[in-house]
Structures are given as structure tokens and as C-alpha cells.
């Protein structure tokens, strides 16, 4: 689908690449079913502004898949620019699979909103639904407009390197690493206090800035399984490092 009024001018847009996009449609329609794809155009100038991707056969199999959903958004390089949204699981295995992915112009609040909303025609919200990210505020609040009764958590290692950096904890990060792994209220409440035994600041700001629920496998609201950060993303950020050079429609190709 095509929005923004500007459909009669995507083929003006040759420099970007939007010229194959009609034809690109065409063969998601009629080769792969069951897909969903959706592109806006700014109503005003015409230019690109957001364009979401997820193949049928990624739609289906994700019934068969756990329910933690792992969210980043790398940058696109080169002279198109651009934030390339992507959404990934693991099945039963720990196999990694892609379930969509979004091209979007820049990170704000819109563009999250416009990513979450589209993405519930795939993934239904549920209770037993989760999603796994950096600590990024827009995100978190835009998953909980969309997503009324899923849980959300942060990435380990996102929120160890904030604590480094912000609140110079690098000789204590391993009680927090610990703390955040373990199953057991009790050893999380060992390892818990002996870091805030070193890091007063970090604690009061992993407890009652963020809450023990969204880091804490012991205090997660549902199974987190083995997921705590978003590294299994970063497998689809490397493998498409080069593609990410170019305009979106090449990385869909190319995958």
C-alpha cells in the first residue's frame, strides 16, 4: 500500500531508488502470499518517509516461533541515510528468523508509532508476547500504546554499558550481570545489594527509574527464555552492513 498522496510522483524519485518500488510490489503480491508491505510519502514534498516489509512466509512460520521479540534500528550508510527497523526471534532451537523489517527516514516518535502500528496486523498482542530492546524511551512508550498487554524488557548488555558510562560501575558490573541473569529472587537480592553497596546512584536508578521487571529474569512479568539482549539482531545487522549502503529495496533483494 501506498500513502501520502504522492503516489502519481514515485517515479520522479529515481535518485533513491523509489522508481522500482511499484514493480517490487507487484512481485511481493503475486510470488510470495500472505505478505504485508506498506510505504508513506510526505504529503507536502513528496519525499520518502517510512516503508515496512514482512514476507508471507515469515508471517506464518512465526506462529511456530518463541515469543520474544528482539527490536533494533541500526543506520543506513551512504548518501540515502535513513534508520532500517528490524524484528527478529528465535525458535525453539535458537535459530535466528526475521519476522520484518522497516525503512524509515529518522528515529522520533512518529516513525516508532508508525512501525508498532503496522506491525500488530502480524503480531497479534498478547500477554505471552514480549519484546526485547535498548534503553530507548520512545520505544517503550510506543510498544505500550500498541501493545496493550505484551511486556517489555532492556537489553543486558545496552544497559551495562549505560551504567559504565553514566554511572561508573565498570569494576561492579558483574554483580549486575549476575543479578540480571538469575532465576532466584534470593540471589537477586544478594547480588542486588552488594552492588548497591558500590553503586548507591546505579541502583536507586535500576530500581525505581526503570523497575527490577524490566531487566530482571527474576522479576520479568513472563519467560524471557535465555533472551536478555539483542544480540541475536546483530547477526542481521552484519550480515547486511553492506547492503545498508544502499536504498532499502536492495537489502530486500539481496536477503
Not at 518463541?66 to 543506513?76: M, Q, S, T
Request: with cysteine; net charge neutral; proline share 2%.
Amino acid at each position: 500500500m501506498l500513502d501520502g498522496g504522492c503516489d502519481h510522483q514515485v517515479n520522479s524519485l529515481r535518485d533513491i531508488g523509489a522508481s522500482y518500488l511499484p514493480d517490487f510490489f507487484y512481485m511481493i503480491d503475486t510470488r510470495i502470499v500472505g505478505s504485508t508491505y506498506y510505504i508513506m510519502m510526505n504529503r507536502h514534498n513528496c519525499r520518502f518517509m517510512y516503508y515496512i516489509l514482512a514476507l508471507g512466509i515469515c508471517i506464518k512460520g512465526f506462529v511456530y516461533m518463541r515469543k520474544i521479540i528482539v527490536v533494533n534500528n541500526p543506520h543506513l550508510h551512504g548518501k540515502y541515510e535513513g534508520v532500517m527497523l528490524s524484528m527478529v526471534v528465535r525458535d525453539t532451537e535458537n535459530h535466528v528468523y526475521l519476522i520484518a523489517f522497516c525503512i524509515i527516514d529518522k528515529k522520533n516518535e512518529a516513525s516508532w508509532t508508525f512501525f508498532f502500528k503496522k506491525l500488530k496486523s502480524i503480531v497479534v498482542d498478547g500477554p505471552t508476547l514480549c519484546f526485547i530492546f535498548d534503553k530507548h524511551k520512545s520505544i517503550a512508550n510506543d510498544i505500550a500504546k500498541a501493545y496493550n498487554h505484551a511486556h517489555h524488557g532492556y537489553c543486558m548488555s545496552h544497559l551495562g554499558e549505560n551504567l559504565w558510562v553514566n554511572h561508573q560501575c565498570r569494576d561492579y558490573l558483574y554483580l549486575f550481570y549476575h543479578a540480571t541473569k538469575t532465576y532466584s529472587f534470593e540471589e537477586f537480592n544478594d547480588y542486588f545489594e552488594e552492588f548497591k553497596n558500590y553503586c548507591p546512584k546505579a541502583a536507586f536508578f535500576l530500581k525505581h527509574e526503570l523497575g527490577f521487571e524490566k531487566w530482571s529474569r527474576a522479576y520479568f512479568s513472563d519467560n524471557r527464555y535465555n533472551v536478555m539482549t539483542t544480540n541475536i539482531i546483530e547477526s542481521i545487522n552484519t550480515i547486511l552492513i553492506a547492503e545498508r549502503e544502499y536504498y532499502g529495496i536492495h537489502i530486500q533483494f539481496d536477503c
